[in-house]
């Protein structure tokens, strides 16, 4: 009887999340699949690159049940630093926001209110774009995670992305993936 019961159980549950639909993550105005010349990293970071660095629009659907907020992360799995290079972090994005446009700034020009853009591994808050060493392919995941918690605790726009991935990792309830891979 038990052994019924959960079998029926297992059988609801996913029947409800495919009548909803895999959880997804889209970049909207890529080139090709790769980053445009404004969205790669620009010139007075002193990487050697000379793009506009604009984010992209991201939009996303289908987010768990039970999702109060999202981390999104965009990560160079490919850098030389033994580690990859964390190039955006917007953490407390509200549940009921489903896109992010183009352009947000590091003063948080068009972030959605209650968002929150932490350090990455440039040091300070924002969007740093794209920038593989020239003739090399590069690799960047870009990551929304779905939360059962409002609000990351102990988290400030001077979170490391360490902290920021520790707390996200605790409170995750699903993730949504897309890997852009991008040379110069």
């Given at each position: 009887m038990f052994r019924t019961i959960f079998i029926a159980a297992l059988i609801g549950a996913s029947t409800l999340a495919s009548a909803n639909g895999a959880f997804t993550l889209n970049a909207d105005n890529l080139n090709n699949g790769r980053f445009t010349k404004q969205q790669l990293l620009s010139a007075p970071y002193g990487f050697g690159c000379s793009g506009g660095n604009v984010s992209p629009a991201l939009s996303w659907k289908n987010a768990p049940a039970g999702t109060k907020s999202f981390v999104l992360t965009l990560h160079d799995k490919d850098a030389p630093t033994g580690l990859g290079w964390m190039h955006w972090v917007v953490a407390n994005i509200p549940a009921h926001v489903n896109k992010l446009p183009a352009g947000i700034t590091a003063q948080g020009?068009?972030?959605?209110?209650?968002?929150?853009?932490?350090?990455?591994?440039?040091?300070?808050?924002?969007?740093?774009?794209?920038?593989?060493?020239?003739?090399?392919?590069?690799?960047?995941?870009?990551?929304?995670?779905?939360?059962?918690?409002?609000?990351?605790?102990?988290?400030?726009?001077?979170?490391?992305p360490a902290l920021v991935g520790f707390f996200t990792k605790a409170n995750a309830l699903g993730e949504a993936k897309i890997t852009i891979e991008n040379q110069r």
């Open positions: 020009r068009n972030l959605p209110k209650g968002a929150l853009q932490t350090r990455t591994d440039f040091g300070k808050p924002g969007y740093g774009g794209a920038c593989p060493p020239e003739g090399k392919k590069h690799r960047y995941e870009i990551t929304l995670t779905a939360l059962k918690v409002a609000k990351l605790p102990n988290v400030t726009a001077d979170a490391t």
